[in-house]
């Protein structure tokens, strides 16, 4: 398995950016879906995620700001973010859970400058 993740950068505080994850090796229509940070210094947690029948979980702090999504044609999973902060800065991670098995993609740097 493999996850190809992309989309990152610096963006000014109340901009946008659109993350990509395309995963092969797995049968991604049947997966869970979901994306991660990591802020230096901090634990790990969990932004957003999407089940295979499309139902989506999010953050508190991410919710209204961030929307993610699926293209099960092109095995990908994205996240779109709007209204970004400067607590946002962290490295994101893509994270495919199928069958109760975790696989995460290399992180994405998304720093936000104020």
């Known amino acids: 398995v493999q996850l190809q993740a992309s989309g990152g950068g610096l963006v000014q505080a109340g901009g946008s950016l659109r993350l990509s994850c395309a995963a092969s090796?797995?049968?991604?229509?049947?997966?869970?879906g979901g994306w991660y940070r990591q802020a230096p210094g901090k634990q790990r947690e969990l932004v957003a995620a999407?089940?295979?029948?499309?139902?989506?979980n999010y953050a508190d702090s991410a919710k209204g700001r961030f929307t993610i999504s699926r293209d099960n044609a092109k095995s990908t999973v994205y996240l779109q973010m709007h209204s970004l902060k400067p607590e946002d800065t962290a490295v994101y991670y893509c994270n495919i859970r199928l069958y109760g098995n975790d696989y995460w993609g290399k992180g994405t740097q998304v720093t936000v400058s104020s």
């Open positions: 090796g797995i049968i991604f229509r049947l997966s869970t």
């Open positions: 999407i089940s295979s029948s499309y139902s989506t």
